[in-house]
Each structure stands twice: as C-alpha cells, then as structure tokens.
C-alpha cells in the first residue's frame, strides 16, 4: 500500500518560514519524481516544485528565490522549504510522487500565512 504522509505546515506570520516534508512508503522512492502541488480556496491547484530522481528541479515563478525541494533517498522524504512566506503562498499543499504508471497523492497539509 502506498502512502505519502505530510507533515509541517501550520500558521506562520508573513516572512516567516516553514519546512515541509513527505515520508513516501510501498513505493521504489528512489525512482519516481517526487513534488508539491498546493490549492487555495476556490483555485485549481497548480503545481509548487518538483525534483526527479535525478535530482533535477523546477518551481513556479511565484516561489522561486524563496521555496527549495530537496529530497533524501535514503529516507524516502521530500522536502519543501519555505522563506519569506507571503500571504498569498496560503494554501493546502500536497505531496505527489509520479512514475511512469501512477501518481500517487498524499492527502494535504495546511499552510497559513498572516499579514
């Protein structure tokens, strides 16, 4: 069974940061491209960052300079690090781990950003 299980969002005032991590299970970790997606409240979601299993990343323009992916094989964890949060980064984020059959989702976490 896979499971992709988030952690570390939470409120944080504007300019603050925060670090959020995916633990990934009953998959070859190694393998996939793992990534963040993130949904506001009446918007689609769009995708935040990725990194492939080759270590290669991209990110939207809204979050570069600010947000970081990184993953750790050895540990079956993404990371998503978060600087200088701005209101506007407020959101549910999910954690995606995609191969080259499935996509698998984990099920969100909350991020708040206060003005």
């Known amino acids: 069974q896979v499971q992709l299980v988030e952690s570390g969002g939470g409120l944080v005032q504007a300019g603050g940061s925060l670090r959020l991590s995916c633990a990934a299970s009953?998959?070859?970790?190694?393998?996939?491209?793992m990534g963040w997606y993130r949904q506001a409240p009446g918007k689609q979601r769009d995708l935040v960052a990725a990194?492939?299993?080759?270590?290669?990343?991209n990110s939207a323009d809204s979050v570069k300079g600010r947000f970081t992916i990184s993953r750790d094989n050895a540990k079956n964890t993404v990371y998503l690090q978060m600087n200088s949060l701005k209101p506007e980064d407020t959101a549910v984020y999910y954690c995606?781990?995609?191969?080259?059959?499935?996509?698998?989702w984990g099920q969100g976490t909350q991020v708040t950003v206060s003005s």
């Open positions: 995606y781990a995609r191969g080259s059959l499935y996509t698998y």
């Open positions: 990194i492939t299993s080759g270590g290669s990343t």
């Open positions: 009953g998959i070859i970790f190694s393998i996939y491209t």
